[in-house]
């Protein structure tokens, strides 16, 4: 498996005069958990907010607040952060950074550091909504956007000043995604378009109730980020609206059978890739009521299923890899072979659904990989997340 996307990444942190702050210490700590080495780059304004010491104890690193401050081999440090920079993370940005970038000044270690990079630049907002919406910053924004600068946010909602509006800087985990969007433009899947699908289908019987199952979407929303981190072009046909759309991924939503296989085939047409993670109705009820059914507690309600159209086994475009997924209850890898058999599969991934830690709803997953060629491979215990990228190292062998 590929080492982890953020894995040794130089990750630049420029940190800003804004009650934001806090949140650009829980993203450091983010990063340093997914192995990235954080510089953070702090404006004098900024330690109005934070500290040093509270970045320094998170990266294990020393932090920048002076622009003629000197590392301990002598080297101009703005300068060498800027050129060992993967990503620079300007979060919080307030107006006036925005503004001085903007201009190209270069009067604190922040800006400095911004002016001397090559690396790819996110900037998130952060400031009183009148400030944003001011002619001013949007003119300073659009002129960073001409320049291949990514502005994330802000949001809206309640801010500082007790008001609301449009000012509010975006949460640590969407700018993580961000981060791992940009650095994934490098990966071995980019040029690649890989569909995914994701969660349970429900066939409605009437407008309150429908047919379903336990599926929570999480392995096919893994399996998305993943190849998102890889620079696939990435689709995700999802039945889910609990899990936060993985940034940089088109998410389709669907909810039956039948608007998931419209969708998938609109997709696949030129796809290099289908990965089939979600859990497809195998019946529907064979008319849909208009009004909602009344229950009347003497009488037993019968309804009459009919099966689903088999969406894996039913798309065929030359050269289309196709994985499927098998959730099973009992004979996990006979059953999977079947199923890898009977839909023409590049290989399968089958999990038992009654291990406590595999299955609907868990984070991790046991999965068994069966190929075409009688191929087995064992995987333990693993996140989904994981699981995706060994998936897609099976991918991306076939695709060369």
Not at 192 to 201: E, H, M, P
Not at 279 to 288: G, H, M, T, Y
């Amino acid at each position: 498996m590929m080492p982890g996307l953020i894995e040794n990444k130089y990750i630049s942190l420029g940190v800003s005069g804004s009650i934001a702050c806090h949140k650009s210490v829980d993203l450091a700590s983010k990063l340093v958990q997914d192995g990235a080495l954080v510089d953070v780059i702090l404006t004098q304004s900024a330690l109005n907010f934070v500290t040093p010491i509270a970045f320094e104890a998170i990266t294990h690193r020393p932090v920048t607040t002076g622009l003629f401050d000197r590392p301990s081999d002598s080297t101009i440090n703005h300068v060498s952060i800027a050129e060992r920079s993967d990503v620079i993370v300007l979060a919080p940005a307030t107006a006036n950074t925005i503004a001085k970038i903007s201009l190209g000044l270069a009067d604190d270690p922040l800006t400095t550091t911004v002016l001397a990079a090559n690396a790819p630049v996110i900037v998130c907002p952060a400031m009183d909504g009148h400030m944003y919406e001011n002619p001013a910053t949007q003119e300073n924004l659009n002129r960073l956007v001409s320049r291949g600068y990514t502005i994330v946010g802000p949001l809206d909602g309640y801010l500082a000043s007790g008001q609301s509006g449009k000012g509010r800087m975006i949460e640590p985990s969407n700018i993580l995604g961000h981060i791992r969007y940009l650095l994934g433009q490098k990966g071995d899947l980019v040029g690649r378009k890989i569909v995914v699908s994701a969660g349970g289908t429900k066939e409605p019987i009437d407008p309150v109730r429908f047919i379903g199952n336990r599926s929570s979407g999480k392995m096919g929303y893994a399996v998305a980020s993943a190849a998102r981190d890889r620079g696939a072009e990435t689709v995700l046909v999802s039945t889910s609206n609990s899990l936060s759309d993985p940034v940089g991924v088109k998410v389709i939503k669907v909810e039956n059978a039948s608007s998931m296989k419209q969708e998938i085939e609109k997709e696949c047409h030129d796809a290099n890739v289908l990965i089939m993670a979600a859990a497809v109705a195998d019946w529907r009820p064979n008319s849909f009521h208009d009004q909602k059914l009344k229950k009347n507690s003497d009488e037993n309600m019968d309804m009459q299923l009919v099966p689903t159209e088999d969406i894996l086994e039913g798309i065929e475009f030359d050269g289309l890899v196709k994985v499927g997924f098998a959730a099973e209850s009992e004979n996990l890898e006979s059953n999977a072979r079947i199923k890898l058999d009977k839909k023409n599969l590049d290989f399968i991934a089958a999990n038992d659904i009654l291990s406590d830690d595999s299955g609907f709803g868990t984070d991790t997953n046991r999965i068994v990989i069966l190929d075409r060629n009688g191929g087995v491979e064992r995987l333990g215990c693993l996140s989904k997340y994981d699981v995706g990228c060994h998936i897609l190292d099976r991918v991306a062998l076939i695709l060369k």
